[in-house]
């Protein structure tokens, strides 16, 4: 996610759920039936099923005093910001499939052991320790929303994080493919007191390649030379349906950089088709390197969506942003996200909110998290 500084406007508010979503769930319901629940699923290739997954899954609340300090002079960045998720080994068990990990590059470690934020709100009660067993300062990449601000993290590194996915994923060896979307961070705040991000040049992008295998393993992730196989280019494998199966998938892990302009060119850069990289990139369809693709906005691309799934692409979107949607209980971009074909919808409440009265909460029928793609259902 990119730091919040514009917001959705004119959405459309429609309680109701829509015609066109009956239909779809009754073609499913359909389709299980005649399949059997469990084979209708593990059968599909990857791009025929859809999953809902968490935004910002690792994002724990803005200290109190720290969010009331932000109402005062930006409300709109802080009720943008006023949401939290349960730890994410929790949302895994509770059958989410995709995760979002923003990660920020710190070659040297204690970059970020101090935010501004602590100093802010210091004669405050209430303010709980920040990396009481100091894990920010050892090097390497840490997990955060925004810098100085946003800090509270259930992971504060990337190291620890992945050690836990890696422990989750072993204790739970049929577990479904798990997409996880990574933001580059590296937007600097012009304020004072405000640190400035590192870069991610070439070596911080192939340590983070790096990082990802040690501590996963290879065993653990599908990466773009796996799906390419025999076909001269990725995008070649992915419009000829070289994705593998569900039940093929399970167990693993596949990452994608959620990155456009330059951040995407130098990950790309001197590995055509992403050869010898972990992670997927956002990379334009027409490109040796496109598979999985981000758009965010399932109402106004739709169509565009739908066209990209069918084709064979692999679409990432938003059901809600900003917690606008949810503080409306306004469905109608989760509907449209559900229909659109996109394979991996994103919410922030797969859960009601704890911040504000709602009963906004988004799920597929059955309270499921994952079902066949409604596009490929006859």
Same mark, same amino acid.
């Given at each position: 996610m990119k730091l919040i500084i514009s917001f959705i406007i004119?959405?459309?508010?429609?309680?109701?759920?829509?015609?066109?979503?009956?239909?779809?769930?009754?073609?499913?319901?359909?389709?299980?039936?005649?399949?059997?629940?469990?084979? =209708?699923?593990?059968n599909l290739p990857l791009n025929h099923i859809q999953v809902i997954g968490s935004h910002n899954s690792y994002k724990q609340a803005i200290d109190a005093p720290l969010w009331q300090i932000l109402k005062n002079t930006n409300p709109n960045l802080a009720n943008g910001i006023d949401?939290?998720?349960?730890?994410?080994?929790? #949302?895994?068990? $509770?059958?989410?499939?995709?995760?979002?990990?923003?990660?920020? =590059?710190?070659?040297?470690?204690?970059?970020?052991?101090?935010?501004?934020?602590?100093? $802010?709100?210091?004669?405050?009660?209430?303010?709980?320790?920040? *990396?009481?067993?100091?894990?920010?300062?050892?090097?390497?990449f840490k997990i955060f929303h925004i810098q100085e601000i946003d800090f509270r993290s259930h992971y504060l590194t990337l190291k620890s994080c992945l050690q836990d996915l890696k422990k989750w994923s072993d204790a739970h060896p049929g577990?479904?493919?798990?997409?996880?979307? $990574?933001?580059?961070?590296?937007?600097?705040?012009?304020?004072?007191?405000? %640190?400035?991000?590192?870069?991610?040049?070439?070596?911080?992008?192939?340590?983070?390649d790096k990082v990802i295998r040690d501590e996963l393993g290879k065993n653990k992730l599908i990466v773009p030379d796996q799906v390419r196989g025999k076909y001269n280019t990725l995008e070649s494998a992915v419009l000829q349906g070289n994705w593998p199966k569900l039940k093929e998938a399970k167990g693993k892990f596949i990452f994608v950089l959620d990155e456009n302009d330059e951040k995407r060119t130098t990950y790309i850069k001197d590995h055509p088709s992403l050869q010898g990289r972990v992670l997927f990139a956002n990379a334009e369809p027409g490109t040796p390197e496109?598979?999985?693709?981000?758009?965010?906005?399932?109402?106004? *691309?739709?169509?565009?969506?739908q066209a990209l799934v069918k084709k064979g692409y692999i679409i990432r979107t938003r059901a809600d942003a900003n917690t606008? #949607?949810?503080?409306?209980?306004?469905?109608?971009?989760?509907?449209?996200?559900?229909?659109?074909? =996109?394979?991996?919808? %994103?919410? *922030?409440?797969?859960?009601?909110?704890?911040?504000?009265?709602?009963?906004?909460?988004?799920s597929f029928a059955g309270n499921k998290y994952i079902r066949p793609n409604p596009l490929f259902v006859k």
């Open positions: 004119g959405i459309v508010f429609f309680r109701f759920v829509s015609v066109p979503a009956i239909k779809q769930e009754e073609k499913l319901q359909n389709y299980y039936k005649v399949l059997g629940q469990e084979k =209708a699923i593990d949401y939290s998720h349960i730890s994410i080994l929790e #949302q895994l068990n $509770m059958g989410l499939s995709n995760l979002e990990i923003d990660i920020y =590059a710190d070659a040297k470690g204690g970059k970020y052991a101090h935010p501004h934020g602590l100093d $802010m709100e210091k004669e405050q009660p209430g303010v709980q320790p920040y *990396d009481p067993e100091k894990q920010m300062l050892e090097p390497g577990h479904n493919p798990i997409f996880i979307t $990574m933001n580059a961070k590296d937007q600097a705040i012009d304020k004072p007191g405000f %640190t400035v991000p590192e870069k991610f040049t070439p070596e911080v992008l192939a340590q983070l496109a598979a999985i693709l981000i758009l965010n906005d399932p109402q106004k *691309d739709s169509a565009k969506i606008e #949607q949810a503080r409306k209980n306004d469905k109608t971009q989760f509907e449209a996200a559900c229909q659109s074909g =996109a394979q991996i919808i %994103t919410t *922030d409440y797969y859960q009601k909110s704890t911040h504000f009265a709602s009963d906004y909460q988004v």
